[in-house]
């Protein structure tokens, strides 16, 4: 009975600490969000305690939305300042800064700034869109020679074999009913891509939902409500997770493609066995870096758990960009038929010169194709915006505005590329945009969709490749239209960070006359 009566005593405590805290933590908030107003940066009205971000968080808007709209209300500001829970982002809407920041200098912003698991001991993380400074730049250098224009000529025929997998598989769609849906499509063709080239290994995904295709799906998709708000969170607020020491990764998929690469190394090097994709080229960069004497640069030597970590920066690169653009390409070929038909006389002409073969060298001749996907990632880029975290104390040319290091910056490339001022009528879908006398003259932050500077993809040539050939496929043989179910204007998919379709996007086949 003597402590029964101390409960309430104990309750009331404890509910005055929990409001005590309460207040002193929206104060704190509430002071964070003076940040830019102290510094003289225009921005939004931020809301407590998410900033700019709470219908991210509550996956009613896609990850760079705030952002993107923020181009739109303020785009004759040069930036704008928003909160990411209670961290400032800079946004920019001015090219010529972002050329700054991308390109002149880039010394200042030299990390992508999210929260990696590689900080806490996951070795899926520790690639190179992950890590910056001197690391990032040795293992750049290093992995430049596996993305030439002679590597991915050897990488072509897996290419090409899955390409044809491809078609085989929009033929099966033809002899069920002529609909594809183009986002399942274009996913799948990715996945195999990345499956053969990136891990070397051989899915069979077009027939069966394999286990790589599904552990794949996950690591950009989480399916639980719990791995959505860890990927959110760390992604928004990193610095949370880093001091708290969790994992964004899912263990289940930590383990699955670990365990593959671990697997396919060992049986190559067991069996002196030689495949031509991207994965012999990490074990040959491992085998000779392991040569190397000791003591020299160790800190930096490319060992097996940078192997590992660069499978799934092929993943990482590769997966998105080709899926989104294919898909988007189809959709825009669908609805604008004079493109279509510009598009598949060049085929017809180009494939005619190889004896009907999509050789490498025929594919690179299609500078048609190329602008049609140009245009493509102009008004659907993978991803909407970039993002770079200050690495120190940068002063702003021509302005008082310090950027303090630590500051995350945003540059929406989707409110810069879809701007009236810079790409007329930009709702409209015109290839032209991006004839090669043109593109070589255009501003080089006016179309970012592989970013800019010394951390533009390296894979962008191999982007275009994968993109390229599964197109050229289908249009060798298909009339592509729009299917009914596809919903006009196009949806995106808040709950995922790439400009993913929401309710999928599908398209109808109807076979050519002069078609085998």
């Keep these: 009975m003597a402590v029964l009566q101390f409960i309430p005593t104990i309750l009331n405590e404890l509910f005055l600490v929990g409001v005590v805290s309460f207040l002193l933590l929206y104060v704190w908030f509430k002071y964070r969000f003076t940040y830019w107003a102290r510094r003289g940066v225009p921005g939004p009205k931020p809301v407590f305690p998410f900033g700019h971000v709470r219908d991210v968080i509550r996956r009613k808007e896609q990850f760079f939305e705030p952002y993107c709209d923020v181009y739109v209300k303020y785009r004759k500001m040069p930036y704008v300042g928003l909160y990411s829970f209670h961290t400032p982002v800079l946004t920019i809407n001015d090219p010529d800064i972002a050329k700054l920041i ?45 993305f030439t224009p002679t590597k991915l000529k050897s990488f072509y025929p897996f290419v090409q074999q899955i390409a044809n997998d491809a078609l085989k598989y929009c033929d099966q769609k033809y002899e069920a009913g002529g609909t594809l849906n183009s986002s399942e499509f274009f996913a799948k063709y990715s996945m195999e891509i990345i499956g053969s080239v990136g891990f070397g290994v051989e899915n069979d995904g077009f027939n069966k939902d394999t286990e790589f295709s599904q552990r794949g799906n996950e690591y950009f998709s989480p399916r639980s409500v719990y791995w959505m708000a860890i990927r959110a969170i760390s992604f928004f607020a ?40 991207f994965l012999q080229a990490l074990i040959e960069l491992e085998k000779s870096e392991s040569l190397k004497k000791e003591g020299i640069d160790d800190e930096n030597k490319f060992k097996f758990v940078d192997v590992v970590a660069n499978t799934m920066l092929y993943m990482f690169a590769g997966y998105e960009t080709s899926a989104t653009t294919g898909m988007y390409a189809s959709y825009e070929l669908a609805c604008n038929p004079e493109i279509q038909n510009k598009a598949r006389e060049e085929i017809t002409r180009v494939l005619a010169k190889y004896n009907g073969e999509l050789t490498y060298e025929a594919q690179n001749e299609m500078t048609y194709i190329n602008m049609i996907l140009d245009e493509t990632m102009r008004k659907h880029p993978p991803m909407r915006a970039l993002f770079r975290r200050c690495n120190k104390d940068y002063k702003l040319p021509d302005s008082d505005l310090v950027i ?43 179309w970012m969709p592989f970013g800019e500077g010394p951390r533009k993809c390296l894979g962008l040539r191999q982007g275009y490749i994968q993109s390229k050939s599964g197109l050229v496929k289908i249009l060798s ?17 808040p709950k995922i960070m790439a400009s993913s379709v929401d309710g999928g996007m599908f398209i109808k086949l109807k076979k050519l006359e002069n078609a085998a």
């Design 404 to 446: 303090e290091k630590g500051t995350m910056i945003f540059i929406p490339i989707n409110g810069i590329q879809m701007d009236a001022d810079i790409f007329e009528d930009p709702e409209r879908f015109d290839p032209e945009r991006f004839t090669p006398e043109k593109k070589i003259k255009m501003h080089p932050c006016h």
């Design 102 to 146: 991308l390109i002149k200098d880039f010394d200042h912003f030299q990390s992508h700034g999210i929260f990696t698991s590689a900080s806490v001991g996951d070795p899926l993380g520790g690639h190179l869109f992950n890590i910056a400074g001197r690391k990032w730049r040795s293992l750049r250098t290093k992995l430049s020679p596996a």
């Design 238 to 277: 990193p610095d949370i997770f880093k001091h708290l020491g969790v994992n964004r990764t899912n263990p289940d998929i930590y383990k699955f493609f670990y365990g593959l690469v671990n697997d396919t190394v060992n049986y190559r090097k067991k069996n002196d066995y030689y495949r031509n994709d």
């Design 477 to 493: 043989k298909y009339e592509l239209s729009l299917d009914e179910r596809t919903k006009v204007p196009l949806q995106i998919n």
